[in-house]
T-cell receptor
Framework: AQSVTQPDIHITVSEGASLELRCNYS??????LFWYVQSPGQGLQLLLK??????LVQGIKGFEAEFKRSQSSFNLRKPSVHWSDAAEYFC????????????FGTGTQLKVEL | GAVVSQHPSWVICKSGTSVKIECRSL??????MFWYRQFPKQSLMLMAT?????????EQGVEKDKFLINHASLTLSTLTVTSAHPEDSSFYIC???????????????FGNGTRLTVT
């Protein structure tokens, strides 16, 4: 069975600082990987996805993520964080041909200090 | 982009009553919709997969008689929490995939969720 681990429950960064949110997955084959962001009381918005090809994926709002098969990781990065980036971030993995049954990590709450 | 509308955004009901939550794909057709439940400070747990024109597929441990799912059209799925109890209080989120996007793992589009409080 597939699983996702987000080791950091909370992260606080200063506005303008760089950000990296960690995500490790467990899956026997090539996974489909996603990062979603959730604002309080809201649904989820897709930031970026990885299916195949270039392992460095660009997303919306200046985010990027790098798929590293050897480390089973898909860490999310942003060079300069804005106060509006404060939210909950979820990494998710989908199985090949799994019909979109996603398994989500427990999330990382990002706080941005002004 | 694809928009999923979920209604109501919040609801308070008395214990023993039933509550219906609607999930609509506004500008695309969705043969499959997914219902998730999210407890405070926790991740999303898949409850069931809703298939247009057929019975929903429930995840292990989810009571199908408790959480009734109907997917009557390509743009509407409903989740009815029957005989609700305080432990059913949670944040329920639906999601859908655009039928025309093709790939079985194309991104899901999420509704804004429904906060259910059972008193």
């Amino acid at each position: 069975a597939q699983s996702v681990t987000q080791p950091d429950i909370h992260i606080t960064v200063s506005e303008g600082a760089s950000l990296e949110l960690r995500c490790n997955y467990s899956y026997g084959a090539t996974p489909y990987l996603f990062w979603y962001v959730q604002s309080p009381g809201q649904g989820l918005q897709l930031l970026l996805k990885y299916f195949s090809g270039d392992t460095l994926v660009q997303g919306i709002k200046g985010f990027e993520a790098e798929f590293k098969r050897s480390q089973s990781s898909f860490n999310l990065r942003k060079p300069s964080v804005h106060w509006s980036d404060a939210a909950e971030y979820f990494c998710a993995v989908g199985a090949t041909g799994g019909g979109n049954k996603l398994t989500f990590g427990t999330g990382t709450q990002l706080k941005v200090e002004l | 982009g694809a928009v999923v509308s979920q209604h109501p955004s919040w609801v308070i009901c008395k214990s023993g009553t039933s509550v219906k939550i609607e999930c609509r794909s506004l500008d695309f057709q969705a043969t499959t919709m997914f219902w998730y439940r999210q407890f405070p400070k926790q991740s999303l747990m898949l409850m069931a997969t809703s298939n247009e024109g057929s019975k929903a597929t429930y995840e292990q441990g989810v009571e199908k008689d408790k959480f009734l799912i109907n997917h009557a059209s390509l743009t509407l799925s409903t989740l009815t929490v029957t005989s609700a109890h305080p432990e059913d209080s949670s944040f329920y989120i639906c999601s859908a995939r655009d039928f025309e996007e093709g790939a079985s793992n194309s991104p899901l589009h999420f509704g804004n969720g429904t906060r259910l409080t059972v008193t």
